[in-house]
């Protein structure tokens, strides 16, 4: 007995350390991919989305407050990657790990649950966990610029909104794809395959020429986010939301279609304010799909209890050799 006891002692510190390198190394490799594409606001480098912070978010709500050491290490990491170890960096480095502990808390206060099944969660997610907990790292991060001078005073609220939309937009669109991968078990049921098949295939048509056409046929897009939500709920429209915001993305930081002649601010604010009006129509419209047909169920079931309870009483007045209650008050009526 104490064998077993020393070597689980022994396996939980070896399991949190190995937790700990997962969630530095994919919040590190994700960092590298948002600054892919880079916009330019007001003389600052911003990311139009902040992978990394969805990331943070979905493994503190999938593993707990044990992982937060992983998010510091990651964004250590990245910081140290792009620029020298300064008091402004560890600054932000400080920022970057407590926005999405913050989230997380807020989220969990609110009594989120991870299968976004309900209108609240979907609600809760994006003004709790991106709108009010992305506050903090961009509050830090662009009042870091201006206390070490890299950024004049006029120039604030464009970066401080361009940081906050970024990594608003990261917990938004990565997040509930990560809480979906989560919950996947094997075997996977590939029902209406066909359906998903031709939905992907015309996205991966239609989503490119709208990103890329001078025509700003960005409208197009929303047509197929709605199927994808009405038909394979979060799933669906989450992914079709990623693929979307990362064409449309890679667009924007290209200057090509619809983002051709624009200034940079004027970049930002129509990417993100399409990244955040498709990314609300996601959450919020397949939340309430997934609430009427869960609400759909349960009136089945209570129907289908009804049914069974009837037969029972049924049943019991046969075995008895009376009818029902009408058909033996009028047989005693006729008797006197």
């Known amino acids: 007995m104490a064998a077993v ?26 960092g590298k991919l948002g600054l892919l594409r880079e916009l330019v606001v ?70 989120f649950r991870n299968d976004l099944a309900r209108l609240r969660d979907g609600l809760a997610l994006v003004f709790l966990g991106a ?22 005073g006029p120039s604030f609220w464009a970066v401080w909104l361009a940081w906050w939309v970024g990594d608003a937009m990261g917990v938004l669109i990565v997040t509930p794809v990560l809480l979906l991968l989560a919950r996947i078990r094997p075997p996977l049921r590939l029902t209406r395959w066909k359906e998903a098949s031709g939905l992907a295939l015309i996205a991966c048509c239609v989503v ?3 990103a890329h ?50 200034s940079r601010v004027e970049v930002m604010l129509k990417l993100q304010a399409f990244n955040g009006a498709m990314a609300l129509t996601a959450l919020i419209l397949s939340a309430v799909i997934i609430e009427q047909i869960h609400t759909r169920r349960s009136v089945e079931r209570a129907c289908q209890e009804l049914v069974e309870v009837l037969e029972h009483l049924t049943a019991g007045e046969s075995a008895d050799g009376r009818g029902p209650p009408e058909e033996d008050g009028l047989a005693r009526r006729q008797d006197e």
Do not use: H
């Open 42 to 111: 007001e003389g600052a480098v911003v990311t139009p989305i902040w992978p990394p912070t969805g990331i943070s978010v979905a493994f503190l709500l999938i593993f707990g407050l044990r992982c937060w050491p992983g998010i510091a290490l990651g964004a250590f990491f990245v910081i140290l990657s792009i620029t020298s170890l300064t008091p402004s960096a560890l600054g932000v480095l400080a920022g970057n790990t407590a926005a999405p502990v913050v989230g997380y808390l807020l989220l969990r206060r609110a009594g």
């Open 5 to 30: 006891v020393g070597s689980q002692d022994l396996r939980t510190p070896v399991v949190l350390a190995l937790q700990t390198l997962a969630v530095a190394a994919c919040y590190y490799v994700s």
């Open 208 to 210: 490119p020429l709208a």
């Open 213 to 262: 056409s001078w025509l700003s046929l960005l409208f197009l897009v929303y047509p197929l986010l709605i199927w994808a939500a009405l038909r394979f709920q979060l799933a669906g429209s989450m992914l079709c939301a990623l693929f979307a915001s990362i064409m449309v993305t890679v667009a924007a930081t290209d200057r090509a279609g619809p983002f051709d002649g624009l």
């Open 131 to 152: 709108f009010t907990a992305m506050l903090i790292s961009s509050t830090v991060g662009a009042g870091l610029l201006i206390v070490t001078d890299k950024l004049d």
